[in-house]
Every structure is written in C-alpha cells, then in structure tokens.
C-alpha cells in the first residue's frame, strides 16, 4: 500500500473512534444502572475549588471527554493533510507521521490500559498504519 493510503485509513480510523468517542461519553450521565447512577450523582454534586474556579468531577470529566474529542478531530485532520503533502514538503511530512505515530501509539496504550479493548485497538491499528507509511516513504525516498 501506498503511504498516502496508509494515512488516509489511519485518518478514517481516528475519524471513527472521535465519533464513537463522543456518542459514548456525551451520554454518561444517564446511565441506568443504579450502582454507576449513584457515582454519577456524586460526580456531578459539590464543587471543589481549583486554581480560581470551582468545577465538580462530572465538569471535568465533560471537560476531558470533550477534548480528547478535539484532539482526535485534530489528528484526524492532521493525517488526512499531511497524506496529502508527501511530495511537496516530504521532510515535514516525514516529522509530522513519526510524531502522530507514536503519540497514537500512547494514546493506545493509555486507552488499553485506563478504558478498553476496542478503543485502543483504533488507535493501536492507526498508529501501525501511520509507521508503515513512514516506512513506506523512507523506502521510497532511498
């Protein structure tokens, strides 16, 4: 395959995962199990002061699951532009791949070890695309 391909599936697999992402956080708060319903009432209860403001853990977890949303839309687009620029600026291209590359890989491992399987497994199978298109434009360069 070609590295252009490489990058644009590897595009395509962050564009699922920021999508399932945020259906499946956005809709945190109305979970129906009675034990997670009551978590969920104690997250989103009293407010704890922090560097001048005051949020509770359920506003920070929005917080965060929002912009792991962003940052997924912008490797998303990252990779899809960068795929697009290999002939033109093949140095920066090659720097931009092998920096998404690995932080992909982190963000699979983080998500293996912190959330699950299938979420990691977008990442890890993206971050492998975005390697082999480096790889792929090494060897074509060489």
Known sequence: MKPKLLLRIAAVLILIHAVLHTIGFSSWKT?????????????????????????NMGE????????SSIALILICLLLWFTS??????????????LILSF???????????????????ISLIASVCSFSALLRLNKQRT
């Open 31 to 55: 979970d129906p199990d009675p034990a997670r319903h009551q978590v969920i009432q104690l997250m989103n209860g009293q407010k704890l002061p922090f560097m001048g403001t005051s949020r």
């Open 60 to 67: 920070y977890y929005d917080g965060f699951g929002y912009a």
């Open 84 to 97: 697009g620029e290999l002939l033109s600026n093949t140095s920066l291209a090659k720097k931009v791949i």
């Open 103 to 121: 932080g992909l890989l982190l963000w699979g491992v983080d998500e293996l070890i912190y959330f699950f399987p299938f979420a990691a497994t």
